[in-house]
């Protein structure tokens, strides 16, 4: 293996120490990025004559074969190499000789690195943001599907009010699209072009840095070169935006859990998106759903690795940052199949309804209606959570429902209440009433399924 560097050295490097600096094992997956970063860069030192032209041309033209190779899976990474830079260095020097040893000018691994990791980080959060979007689109088609469909909402995870299972699942609608905003902010912050930093100071040689950026599409150069080479806040920003989506999909798979558990029976997995037991034949395990619940877990350990390792780094490049990559990696492409996975189960799971009714039904999910009923009557609603809070002790205490009580027995409690009260007592007329703008009225739910529909065309 050849490396980029020795010549100050007597000795040989330890193996040990090869395979235990060495990252070929997980950088192999910047190569795509690593090439196109090189072909702009030795079109940039021929374009200013740092040199010459005819040189720039056999080292692009040599990086293209190369990239072609990669884009078909015939590249085969040399897992020797310290690390993916040196292996691309190496393969052309074998394809095109002497000249190869002109593409390093100006640079350094350090600004190399780091630009290679902002083009994977934007090309990432595109991919992210449309698996994101579709899910949204699973999500907001489901709930068309059950439009009709009136559970009850938990607050403590006791029954609290009845809400339409359109509004609940709209409500991670709205979280997945703070999710993917976070993300397209944080894409301008890793939209900076790093190269021409050189190792740490810039360098002498009279580079083009905006053509560079340019050719690579990059909306900004960077306008310090210690703080380009020494940056990953890029990086960590994306893993809290990652961290905070996972914990919303462990929210959404923990509610899909419970809702497929036989105590509340309200969805039914599709067997392609269910599991079974090795022991036990009767089984049909939510396992999707749990692992993504627990995908949460390794995102945050990822922020929390490459947090610890930032930490009162000197600057400017330390080998340290060689550990910004996996937690990266893994969070991108743990998120990326959570989602995708998500939204598969979704699509093909069905909503038990004659659940949904039964569930619904219970009356005390009314107590709250009953109580501003009163409030309309001008009974302040402290006391109007009194009356309500005793009739319900009655009837707990008698076993009876609500809409049980006589109307003599209700006038007992207050006199405001009249015949129109035991309407109340029935979900359709919950959700009905809940016409406060974001409620969970049927217009309301209408109103965003719409803008849904609308805005994520
Ligand atoms: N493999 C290194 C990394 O990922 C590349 C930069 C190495 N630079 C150096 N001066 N040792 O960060």
Redesign the pocket.
Known sequence: MSKLWGSRFKKKTHPLVEQFTS?IAY?YKLAKYDLLVSIAHAQMLGKTKIIPSKDSAKIVQGLKSILKQVQENRFTFDRKC??I?TNIQNALEKRIGKTAQRLHTAR???D??VTDLRMYAKEEIENLKLKIKSLQQTLVSFARKNIKVIIPGFTHLQHAQCVFLAHHLLAYVEMLQRDKDRLADAYKRCDVLPLGSA?LAGTSLAINRNYVAKLLDFSKVSANSLDAVSDRDFVLEILADLSILAMHLSRMAEDFVLWAAPEFSLLELDDSFATGSSLMPQKKNPDVLELVRANAGATYGSLVSLLTTMKALPLA?N?D??M??LPLFNSAEDLNICLEVLSGLVNSAKINQNQALILSSDELLCATDLAEYLVKKGVAFKEAHKIVGKIIAYALQKKIFLSEISLDQWKKFSMHFKKGVYKLLNAHASVAAKKSFGGTSPQSVKRQLENWKKSLR
């Open positions: 990252s950088d310290e690390d830079h350094s691994r350090n190399q690195v190792a490049y080998r940052m060689q910004d990559k």
